[in-house]
């Protein structure tokens, strides 16, 4: 529990810094908005201290270098959050045998589940595995089999999507 609000802390901390860099961008750009308005109110435009060709450059090149620091910030966040799910996810297919582990990486990815008959395929396991495989994870109660037509669609138990859900 601790962990947790030490990293809800740590995820409103970056997200206060992301703010505060955009707004400061935004302080700026109004600032040189002003700046450039006053300018050429005074017909003053060419004789500015920055002309203004180079203004729009700068402020451009700025607005670029700020949005690109912002995406970076946020991006990294939630890679660092994906592999962390990633990470737990494999810890836990450890506790399978590696034909469980096969079918259950592709219902993970799947979330709304495949039918049977795609199993063989993205696997590579014979049907007859899959079919025991499949048949041994209902046993657990760890996935669901539904007849849609004249095929099984498997998925994922409530519980374990809940868990895996990323």
């Known amino acids: 529990m601790k962990q947790r609000y030490f990293e809800e802390k740590k995820t409103l901390r970056e997200i206060f810094l992301v703010l505060s860099i955009l707004l400061g961008f935004v302080f700026i750009l109004s600032l040189s908005t002003i700046y450039v308005s006053d300018a050429i109110k005074n017909n003053n435009a060419c004789g500015c201290v920055v002309p203004i060709p180079y203004m729009i450059l700068i402020l451009s090149s700025l607005g ?69 495989v499949i048949e041994k994870l209902l046993s657990k109660g760890l996935i669901e089999k539904r007849t849609v037509g004249r095929t099984n669609k498997i998925s994922l138990s409530e519980e374990l999507k809940s868990i895996f859900q990323h």
């Open 64 to 132: 670029l270098f700020i949005g690109s620091l912002a995406s970076y910030i946020l991006i990294s966040k939630f890679s660092r959050e994906k592999k962390a799910i990633s990470k737990d996810i494999e810890i836990t297919l450890k506790f399978f045998s590696p034909d469980e582990q096969t079918i259950m990486r592709e219902l993970i990815k799947n979330k709304d589940g495949l039918p049977q008959s795609i199993f063989e395929k993205e696997t590579g396991l014979h049907r007859v595995k899959v079919h025991r």
